[in-house]
Each structure stands twice: as C-alpha cells, then as structure tokens.
C-alpha cells in the first residue's frame, strides 16, 4: 500500500532504516550532538529558532496558543477551513477572546480585509491563522504580508503550518510557526515542531508540557526539559540532510510540479482556487468519494475523504514524501474513471 495522503506520508526507505536502532539516553552528549544538529539543520530550512517536544501538529498549535496568549486576551483568527475552527478551539481552550473572520471555502481573506477587521478590535494581542488549509487543500501565501499587519498593531501572528512548511513554504520571520515531523519533513508522527522569532508573552501559568520558555532556555544549553521522541529526531536526521541537500527552493518546486501533475491530469473540480492552490494536499469535489477511496486501496494506494460538511463531497490527494510521476498518474486514471458517473 502506497500512501498519498495529508499525512502520515510515504517515508522514504532510507528515513525508515534510521528509525530502527536502540534510542540513546537523553542526558548524554550522545544526544545533544545528534539534536542539535537537527535543530540547527530545521533552522536552515526554516526561519526561525527551531524547538522540537514529543507530539504532533496538534500539540504544536496549542503550544503557540498557550505561550503567547493569555485567558481573555483577544485574538482574530482567520477561518478557511476545519483546521481554522480547530485553532480557534486551541485558543479557546486557553480562554483567548476569539473574533472569526470566516472566508469562502477555496480562497483567503486578503491582507488590507485583515488588517480593517484587526483594527476593530481594541487589544489585539494576536492574529491567528492556518497557512495551508488540509482540509480544503487551500494554502494562505499572505503569511509575510499578515505578518507585517500584525507588527503594525502591536500584536502576534500565530501559524499553524502542520502540512505546509518547508515543501509549501513561508520565508519571513514569523512570530510562531507550529508544524510536526508526519508531512513535510518526511519523518513518522510523534514530534511537534515550532519555529520561534518572538519570544513568548504569556503571563498566566503554562502546563509543564508545553512551556516553551522552558524548551527555549534548555534549548541554549543542548538540552531538553523532558525526555524527547529520540526515534522521530533520527528520522529527522535524515530527512533535514535529504531538504538540504537539494535545496529548500528545489524542495519547493518538487511539490508544486507533484501538485500542478494532478491538478492537470484530474478532471474534477478543485476546492481551492487558482491562486490558492496547495502544493502540499490538493482536494477535488466529487460525489463518488468513497467508491474512489475504495477502487484506490484495490489498486495499492490510500487516499483521504474530505472534512466536516464536505467529508463525503471531497477527496484530499497529498503529495509529500516518496511519490513519483508513475504514483500521480495511476491515482488519477482511476479518479478519472468517476468523472461522468
């Protein structure tokens, strides 16, 4: 069975042979060499000071959630999907004041309808969004312009980019970035990744967890508050030196030619539109969605069903880690067979 889908990913063999060795203990320089190394290497791909904690994407968002915002802070979160509504749960959850900007489904909001809407409200601590939308294959590249939004308000942006970066990527400096090691860093589920560039504000206590303050002041030293998944920071070994290697912007290109093959070659109807298209996850409308999924897995390939009121109306088609052309075009003949039924 071949995986195409939002994530876990297809890991590459040679990332899945590092995984299956005995985990070192943290407490050695043993350890701090291979984790600084990776944490180094994350910071060369993206911009920003690199923290690694035991999670997923999900533990990630609400990391930035709870170190940057405090209970009744208020936050303008845009929404362009599930994933929107679930930071906005994260953020809740912290006891945040939550404004949502909800957007069509297939496009983002722009920067200056942003920034009207940011300046409506008084003690704007930050501006929250996802970059790119899993559950619509919708990517958000206004990030750096809402960025510059939110510094001009005195406030934070917080990004939530768990199957974005680096494959759909952000170049500037953004305050908080949440992303996990599953997707695009071609690595098993199990690490929660952020990219720090504003040290955390929160006032009001964080759980031990996911106080980032502490991870950062550790982080200085090589080391880690509490014990981190060794087996994910191995794969990540690899899979940092693999995005290297080629280059981040070849890297990029990689999966913006993967996704251009599909949105080519399938001849259902893209959620996102033209300019918003993700090259990460791509979705199509369709009303045969479990009859693809399953003739898919009948030929060796996984697929995902959409989310929330379009769970059974949409099929997601990821094309991160190891997918070839021969992989696009299999998937697509078989899509293809739905499209006049």
């Not at 939308?133 to 939004?149: D, F, H, I, P």
């Not at 006032?203 to 996911?210: R, W």
Request: charged share 25%; net charge neutral.
């Amino acid at each position: 069975m071949k995986y195409l889908t939002p994530g876990p990913v297809q890991i590459p063999k040679d990332i899945i042979n590092n995984i299956a060795k005995q985990p070192v203990f943290h407490r050695t320089d043993e350890f701090r060499e291979i984790f600084n190394k990776v944490l180094e290497k994350l910071s060369k791909i993206v911009n920003g000071t690199s923290v690694i904690l035991p999670g997923t994407g999900t533990l990630a968002v609400d990391t930035i959630s709870y170190n940057y915002v405090d209970p009744g802070d208020n936050v303008l979160l845009l929404v362009i999907g599930e994933f929107s509504e679930r930071m906005g749960d994260s953020l809740l959850s912290r006891g945040a004041k939550v404004t949502k900007l909800k957007w069509k489904i297939g496009s983002v909001p722009p920067p200056d309808y942003v920034e009207d809407n940011a300046k409506k409200i008084q003690n704007l601590k930050a501006i929250a969004l996802v970059h790119n939308e899993t559950s619509m294959g919708v990517a958000n590249r206004y990030v750096e312009k809402l960025q510059e939004v939110a510094h001009s308000l005195g406030a934070y942006l917080l990004v939530d980019s768990v199957s974005g970066i680096p494959a759909e990527p952000i170049y500037g400096k953004i305050d908080a970035i949440a992303t996990a090691s599953h997707k695009a860093f071609l690595a098993p589920p199990g690490a929660s990744i952020i990219f720090v560039n504003a040290q955390p504000g929160a006032k009001t206590p964080v759980p031990p967890a996911i106080n980032l303050g502490k991870f950062l002041k550790l982080r200085e030293k090589g080391d880690v508050p509490y014990t981190p998944p060794m087996n994910v920071i191995y794969a990540l070994d690899v899979s940092t030196d693999y995005i290297l290697k080629l280059g981040v912007v070849n890297y990029v290109d990689l999966h913006k030619e993967r996704a251009e093959t599909l949105y080519n070659l399938i001849k259902l109807k893209p959620v996102a539109e033209d300019e918003f298209r993700s090259h990460t996850v791509t979705a199509f409308y369709t009303d045969h969605a479990k009859e693809i999924l399953s003739e898919l897995r009948q030929n060796g390939y996984t697929i995902s069903l959409g989310m929330g009121e379009l769970a059974e109306k949409v099929i997601r088609i990821g094309v991160m880690g190891d997918v070839n052309y021969d992989d696009l075009k299999n998937v697509a003949e078989v899509v293809n067979k739905y499209v006049d039924r």
